[in-house]
């Protein structure tokens, strides 16, 4: 099915380890975010990619870098784990070919526990 | 800046309506609209952007007030399957980057 993949689904994590996210897209989107969504705060960006070769600070991106592999794949690395970044991270990817429909298609989430 | 969304929570019997609000302290270009089940990921509902005052069909729509920066949703005859918590997302620029409120809550009961 068409759509964006996260990899993994959940995750627990020492404090102070590294682990990556994975996301892809099949959707042939130009454009692909990292939200993390906490409690009652709602949805917070990231980083986000314009463009393939592009990346850019969202509203709370320290703690954490991108890399947009490519077309399909955009990654969320954190180096050393905090327990404030316990979260659901997702992946979303939306295209601007018109303009005037660019809803976001998220993935199903990454479930991080952080102790 | 995050829009504010009204009411937190509703509650409601299958068949009855809702309306949830989303306002904003500055000039919206658009308004996004995401419901959100327990456990799953948010899902796109619709974008209304500038210049365009109503969106959706009979069931679930919505309405963009420019002037009172503000939009709405509407959910006419709920059914069970409207339960979620809904995210209002909005852009003050041209960033095609929504900034999300922190949702309602919409429980629909039998």
């Known amino acids: 099915n068409a759509g964006v993949t996260q990899t993994p689904k959940f995750q627990v994590l020492k404090t102070g380890q590294s682990m990556t996210l994975q996301c892809a897209q099949d959707?042939?989107?130009?454009?692909m975010y990292w939200y993390r969504q906490d409690p009652g705060m709602g949805l917070r960006l990231i980083y986000y990619?314009?463009?393939?070769?592009?990346?850019d600070k969202g509203e709370v991106p320290n703690g954490y870098n991108v890399s947009r592999l490519n077309k399909r794949e955009f990654s969320l690395r954190l180096e050393s784990a905090a327990p404030s970044q316990t979260s659901v991270y997702f992946c979303?990817?939306?295209?601007?070919?018109?303009?005037?429909?660019?809803?976001?298609?998220f993935g199903s989430g990454t479930r991080l526990t952080v102790v | 800046q995050q829009p504010v969304q009204s009411p937190q929570a509703v509650i409601l019997r299958e068949g009855e309506d809702a309306v949830i609000n989303c306002s904003s302290s500055?000039?919206?270009?658009?308004v996004h609209w995401y419901r959100q089940k327990h456990g799953e990921a948010p899902v796109f509902l619709m974008i209304?952007?500038?210049?365009?005052e109503q969106k959706g069909h009979e069931k679930i729509s919505a309405s963009f007030n420019e002037k009172k920066q503000q939009s709405s949703l509407y959910l006419t005859a709920s059914q069970l399957s409207y339960s979620g918590t809904y995210f209002c997302?909005?852009?003050?620029?041209?960033?095609?980057?929504?900034?999300f409120g922190r949702g309602t809550s919409l429980i629909v009961h039998p």
């Open positions: 979303a990817s939306s295209t601007l070919a018109n303009k005037v429909d660019y809803g976001y298609t």
């Open positions: 959707m042939n989107h130009n454009s």
């Open positions: 990619s314009a463009s393939e070769g592009t990346t």
């Open positions: 500055k000039a919206l270009y658009s």
């Open positions: 209304l952007l500038k210049g365009g």
């Open positions: 997302g909005t852009e003050t620029g041209r960033s095609y980057i929504p900034t």
